[in-house]
């Protein structure tokens, strides 16, 4: 694992990025301040609660926020250009997926019943890349199809003769065969079986060495990222709450309170527990968010300063960040 | 042996045949084909204990909840329960077995009627047994039993729509809804698959002191192996409408001997360092097959890694016990290497 200052290439920085939801009911601050950065090649976790703001992270990074969002400050840098920037035309010309490509949550079962897979992907290809034959296009989806562990008949067949399995490999195969530098997968595993999801995990880890990819993998399961993930990255409130590396984090020596709850509610099937954690109480409104930490209401060490101020994040040994007073 | 009276509900040999023919054709058509979701399963659930089925999707596991439910009925076999054969029962005695045996299930934002209040929720299934015939016994029960499942304060939920609730709330209420007939038995059907990985731990622990409380006997059905071992004492894993495997919940995971067991144990990711660079084990090949194509032979031959030529023509094994209450149906088991995880 390499550490901040042996100087990796950075395929994606994040900075400060923000993305509020402007309703009538006030503004939502569904991502607020966060900073992180992706390394070449390797695989960053971005886990939390439903709500936290890992997914609205994601369409943040692509440009495209759903509305009432906007974003509202921050850069999202890529070979040394902040997209935010861009027009709408520009981001569809040169970022997505070209450079970035995204696996939608759910995205297996939103696949166009009428057009066979072939057809879909297909209208994809030619329509990020207008100067390409079919023929061209062909080659490459069956080559993409081939990579995910598909036969080539899968090409002609519709999404209703596919298995949860083999549709999640088609989205996969469409997220990757315009081969973006950087994929973002969002509960890529969630809704399918136990065996299918290993599957799927091994079937990433696989593209991972193959094709050298960065990706950010969104789910709201600390066990799934434990098997893929190098560094994580943890949400909550639409904050970074602690980043870390795989062994930092499940090696649980140093960890903010709300990591070391999250773990505690992840059952382990080889040791055999009496009572599970839980986290009580529900995260705070995101209209009305606390003056302090995000966590306070539902930390069990929390201090009389974590109600006045917010804790800013910090490093506490080389490749790990906490945003917790605990750790000052 | 154990008597007869310890078990609460006793499954014997049942079966639930779906005819994929109908109208004209099935008239017409010699030979009739069936999708055989649950095919000839049997085991016995102890008064107090809680009994899990695991299984993928497609193995029949929400099919056998439903049956002894009763909302769906047996195409063969048996259902005792309190040593009343209730496979066939209709009318009041329906009725009054319903009363008995309550289900939660899996989706908290499609089991409760939008249009209702949370105390119309509670007060349901007291109008429908004739139970207490004054609104305010009525409220007052729901109050208790909200205040039961800790949705508190009580006053204020009671009036609240379901829509006005999160996830973990509603799943609350569904079970509150399930013990308000005080019931010897709960179906859950996969009750915290969809909720949030903070609050499953809670919602898990609340029903364990619930079963403390109400005396109740829960059959837990899911797909998720960890909370399996947390959550119940006896487990039983399903395959194509079939046991395959059942025991006390620490053998089944410590000590599994099918291959299917074992390859969903293998398939469990958990919290851990250092798996990023190994490739997870899973020794499955293909898919699940159409539970209307039920291979020959054992069943899981087509998916299985250790199957020989025999296992594909020799008749489908009955579960061998090995001790311990643990019985599985691999007639390999001998020539299997040594589990690892």
């Given at each position: 694992m390499k550490f901040k200052g042996?100087?990796?290439?950075?395929?994606?920085?994040?900075?400060?990025?923000?993305?509020?939801?402007?309703?009538?009911?006030?503004?939502?601050?569904?991502?607020?301040?966060?900073?992180?950065?992706?390394?070449?090649?390797?695989?960053?976790?971005?886990?939390?609660?439903?709500?936290?703001?890992k997914t609205t992270t994601g369409f943040a990074i692509l440009g495209m926020p759903t509305p009432p969002g906007k974003i509202a400050g921050g850069k999202v840098i890529i070979d040394d250009e902040d997209i935010t920037t861009f027009s709408e035309t520009e981001l569809r010309k040169k970022i997505r997926w070209k450079k970035i490509s995204m696996v939608f949550q759910g995205a297996m079962n939103c696949l166009t019943p009428v057009y066979t897979v072939g057809n879909l992907m297909m209208e994809t290809y030619l329509e990020h890349r207008k100067e390409a034959s079919n023929e061209e296009a062909y080659e490459r989806i069956i080559k993409y199809l081939n990579l995910v562990g598909l036969s080539d008949d899968i090409y002609k067949r519709y999404p209703h003769e596919l298995s949860g399995g083999m549709k999640q490999r088609v989205v996969i195969a469409t997220a990757l065969f315009l081969e973006p530098q950087i994929v973002i997968l969002d509960e890529p595993t969630t809704g399918l079986d136990v065996v299918v999801q290993a599957q799927i995990l091994n079937l990433i880890k696989e593209l991972k060495q193959k094709l050298s990819i960065s990706s950010l993998f969104i789910t709201h399961d600390l066990a799934t990222e434990a098997e893929i993930a190098d560094r994580i990255c943890v949400m909550y409130a639409g904050k970074i709450m602690e980043i870390g590396?795989?062994?930092?984090?499940?090696?649980?020596?140093?960890?903010?309170?709300?990591?070391?709850?999250?773990?505690?509610?992840?059952?382990?099937?080889?040791?055999?527990?009496?009572?599970l954690y839980f986290i009580p109480g529900v995260p705070p409104d995101l209209i009305n968010p606390p003056k302090g930490c995000m966590f306070y209401d539902r930390c069990h060490v929390r201090m009389d300063i974590c109600k006045e101020e917010g804790p800013s994040i910090k490093e506490i040994e080389p490749g790990h960040s906490i945003a917790c007073w605990r750790y000052k | 042996m154990e008597k007869n009276n310890d078990f609460l509900l006793e499954v014997k040999n049942l079966k639930k045949w779906f005819p994929t023919q109908h109208g004209l054709s099935a008239l017409f058509l010699k030979e009739k084909t069936y999708v055989r979701a649950v095919d000839g399963i049997s085991f016995s659930v102890k008064r107090g204990e809680t009994f899990?089925?695991?299984?993928?999707?497609?193995?029949?596991?929400?099919?056998?909840?439903?049956?002894?439910?009763?909302?769906?009925?047996?195409?063969?076999?048996?259902?005792?329960?309190?040593?009343?054969?209730?496979?066939?029962?209709?009318?009041?005695?329906?009725?009054?077995?319903?009363?008995?045996?309550?289900?939660?299930?899996?989706?908290?934002?499609?089991s409760m009627n939008p249009r209702f209040k949370i105390k119309q929720v509670l007060a349901e299934p007291l109008v429908i047994h004739k139970i207490g015939d004054s609104k305010k016994y009525r409220d007052e029960n729901s109050k208790k039993l909200l205040e039961s499942v800790k949705v508190t304060p009580a006053e204020e939920f009671m009036d609240r729509f379901p829509h006005m609730l999160s996830g973990g709330q509603r799943q609350r209420v569904s079970i509150a809804r399930g013990v308000s007939l005080s019931p010897a038995l709960i179906v859950a059907d996969e009750p915290v698959s969809m909720i949030d990985l903070s609050t499953r731990a809670e919602i898990l622990a609340m029903m364990k002191s619930l079963k403390r409380d109400f005396g109740?006997?829960?059959?837990?059905?899911?797909?998720?192996?960890?909370?399996?071992?947390?959550?119940?004492?006896?487990?039983a894993v399903m395959y194509l409408g079939k046991i395959v495997e059942i025991g006390n919940a620490d053998d089944i995971v410590d000590n599994p001997i099918h291959p299917y067991t074992r390859v969903l144990i293998n398939a469990v990711c958990e919290p851990l360092p250092g798996k990023v660079k190994k490739m997870k084990e899973i020794n499955i090949k293909g898919e699940i097959p159409s539970a209307a194509k039920i291979p020959p032979g054992c069943r899981f031959h087509t998916r299985c890694v250790f199957a020989d030529e025999d296992c594909k023509t020799f008749p489908e094994?009955?579960?061998?016990?090995?001790?311990?209450?643990?019985?599985?149906?691999?007639?390999r088991s001998d020539d299997l290497p040594k589990f690892k995880f």
């Amino acid at each position: 694992m390499k550490f901040k200052g042996i100087s990796m290439e950075k395929a994606l920085v994040i900075s400060n990025l923000k993305l509020y939801y402007y309703t009538s009911a006030g503004v939502v601050k569904a991502v607020d301040d966060i900073s992180f950065h992706l390394e070449k090649g390797e695989t960053l976790g971005l886990v939390g609660e439903s709500g936290c703001g890992k997914t609205t992270t994601g369409f943040a990074i692509l440009g495209m926020p759903t509305p009432p969002g906007k974003i509202a400050g921050g850069k999202v840098i890529i070979d040394d250009e902040d997209i935010t920037t861009f027009s709408e035309t520009e981001l569809r010309k040169k970022i997505r997926w070209k450079k970035i490509s995204m696996v939608f949550q759910g995205a297996m079962n939103c696949l166009t019943p009428v057009y066979t897979v072939g057809n879909l992907m297909m209208e994809t290809y030619l329509e990020h890349r207008k100067e390409a034959s079919n023929e061209e296009a062909y080659e490459r989806i069956i080559k993409y199809l081939n990579l995910v562990g598909l036969s080539d008949d899968i090409y002609k067949r519709y999404p209703h003769e596919l298995s949860g399995g083999m549709k999640q490999r088609v989205v996969i195969a469409t997220a990757l065969f315009l081969e973006p530098q950087i994929v973002i997968l969002d509960e890529p595993t969630t809704g399918l079986d136990v065996v299918v999801q290993a599957q799927i995990l091994n079937l990433i880890k696989e593209l991972k060495q193959k094709l050298s990819i960065s990706s950010l993998f969104i789910t709201h399961d600390l066990a799934t990222e434990a098997e893929i993930a190098d560094r994580i990255c943890v949400m909550y409130a639409g904050k970074i709450m602690e980043i870390g590396t795989n062994e930092q984090i499940y090696g649980r020596e140093k960890l903010h309170p709300y990591t070391e709850k999250l773990l505690g509610a992840t059952p382990l099937l080889h040791k055999k527990v009496n009572e599970l954690y839980f986290i009580p109480g529900v995260p705070p409104d995101l209209i009305n968010p606390p003056k302090g930490c995000m966590f306070y209401d539902r930390c069990h060490v929390r201090m009389d300063i974590c109600k006045e101020e917010g804790p800013s994040i910090k490093e506490i040994e080389p490749g790990h960040s906490i945003a917790c007073w605990r750790y000052k | 042996m154990e008597k007869n009276n310890d078990f609460l509900l006793e499954v014997k040999n049942l079966k639930k045949w779906f005819p994929t023919q109908h109208g004209l054709s099935a008239l017409f058509l010699k030979e009739k084909t069936y999708v055989r979701a649950v095919d000839g399963i049997s085991f016995s659930v102890k008064r107090g204990e809680t009994f899990c089925i695991i299984g993928e999707s497609g193995s029949g596991k929400t099919t056998t909840g439903k049956m002894i439910m009763r909302l769906l009925e047996p195409t063969d076999g048996d259902i005792i329960f309190n040593g009343k054969n209730v496979s066939h029962i209709k009318g009041d005695e329906l009725k009054e077995y319903r009363r008995n045996v309550q289900m939660i299930f899996q989706d908290p934002y499609a089991s409760m009627n939008p249009r209702f209040k949370i105390k119309q929720v509670l007060a349901e299934p007291l109008v429908i047994h004739k139970i207490g015939d004054s609104k305010k016994y009525r409220d007052e029960n729901s109050k208790k039993l909200l205040e039961s499942v800790k949705v508190t304060p009580a006053e204020e939920f009671m009036d609240r729509f379901p829509h006005m609730l999160s996830g973990g709330q509603r799943q609350r209420v569904s079970i509150a809804r399930g013990v308000s007939l005080s019931p010897a038995l709960i179906v859950a059907d996969e009750p915290v698959s969809m909720i949030d990985l903070s609050t499953r731990a809670e919602i898990l622990a609340m029903m364990k002191s619930l079963k403390r409380d109400f005396g109740l006997t829960y059959i837990y059905i899911t797909h998720d192996l960890s909370t399996a071992r947390y959550f119940a004492d006896t487990i039983a894993v399903m395959y194509l409408g079939k046991i395959v495997e059942i025991g006390n919940a620490d053998d089944i995971v410590d000590n599994p001997i099918h291959p299917y067991t074992r390859v969903l144990i293998n398939a469990v990711c958990e919290p851990l360092p250092g798996k990023v660079k190994k490739m997870k084990e899973i020794n499955i090949k293909g898919e699940i097959p159409s539970a209307a194509k039920i291979p020959p032979g054992c069943r899981f031959h087509t998916r299985c890694v250790f199957a020989d030529e025999d296992c594909k023509t020799f008749p489908e094994p009955d579960l061998m016990d090995i001790g311990n209450g643990h019985y599985h149906s691999c007639r390999r088991s001998d020539d299997l290497p040594k589990f690892k995880f």
